[in-house]
């Protein structure tokens, strides 16, 4: 069976998808970025990431967008064309599956994904074939939250509980929501050596932030397929999902609201 991405493609999680920049998302990895690169960005969603680097790798690189799915990929081609050079129009981006690439091996100099592995059922599988595809001296860069890390204040029994069926729907689909802590067990086991693990947050505390954040969490607590997968498994009620988004509407109205996500980075060479 494919695998279930436990967010979906709601609007909600694709204006959240939206906001991620190469520079804000990806920056433990672009000092090793260079012009005439070859980049996959696996699960690339609506590009954002994957136009910027193909901005750091210009010119005469090439990256290719990878989503299982072809509607965010309708959303990346529109973003490409809003920017409309040269380099973000020659962005390809492609149907297919992490766990079977169709691409001859060593075909690229780095392999990227980003909040991609803590949806998989087999992480290290997908990583090893991530190495497969990756030049000998190549990287494999990943970036993945860990929600059981991720904290806030002022603390609101909603948002405790927001967390709990988050973790519940995801673990629900063989996932791992907490995959920070296990990047680098997973490298290993995939047969890397060479590994560089970091750690970086995204944090949430001024006006706009906190409206931005409360919001597209509230919608999707209650539209997103999260919410779906949550009162079909009976992990929660259509009532607690709407009280679950009060209290993240009662954070991004409260002036001291405070909310910070873990991502653990990992950099292995092939």
């Known amino acids: 069976m494919p ?36 980049v996959l960005d696996v699960g690339c969603g609506p590009g954002t ?56 091996d060593a075909t690229y100099d780095v392999v990227h994904a980003h909040q991609v592995l803590q949806h998989l059922t087999d992480p290290v599988a997908a990583l090893r074939e991530m190495r497969r595809v990756s030049k000998p001296g190549g990287l494999v860069a990943v970036r993945d939250a860990d929600y059981a890390a991720m904290v806030w204040h002022p603390r609101d029994p909603r948002l405790d509980r927001w967390l709990e069926v988050y973790e519940a729907v995801a673990r629900g689909n063989d996932a791992e929501p907490d995959a920070a802590r296990h990047l680098l067990s997973w490298a290993h086991a995939a047969g890397f050596e060479d590994v560089t693990c970091t750690a970086s947050t995204w944090c949430y505390a001024g006006e706009t932030d906190r409206t931005w954040w409360g919001g597209l969490w509230a919608d999707r607590i209650r539209h997103s397929s999260v919410a779906e997968q949550a009162v079909a498994r009976g992990i929660a009620t259509p009532d607690e999902l709407e009280q679950i988004a009060g209290g993240w509407r009662a954070w991004s109205a409260d002036p001291d609201g405070w909310f910070a996500v873990v991502n653990g980075e990992l950099l292995a060479r092939v």
């Open 3 to 38: 695998d279930t991405y436990s967010h979906g493609h709601h609007e909600s999680v694709l204006r959240s998808h939206t906001w991620r920049t190469a520079e804000n998302s990806a920056g433990y990895l672009l000092p090793h970025l260079g012009a005439g690169m070859d």
């Open 49 to 104: 990431i994957t136009l910027d680097l193909a901005r750091h790798v210009a010119p005469g690189g090439r990256v290719v967008g990878l989503e299982p799915v072809e509607a965010p990929l309708e959303v990346a081609r529109g973003h490409a064309a809003d920017r409309g050079d040269d380099v973000s129009l020659a962005v390809e981006w492609v149907v297919g599956d992490v766990y079977a690439l169709e691409v001859p």
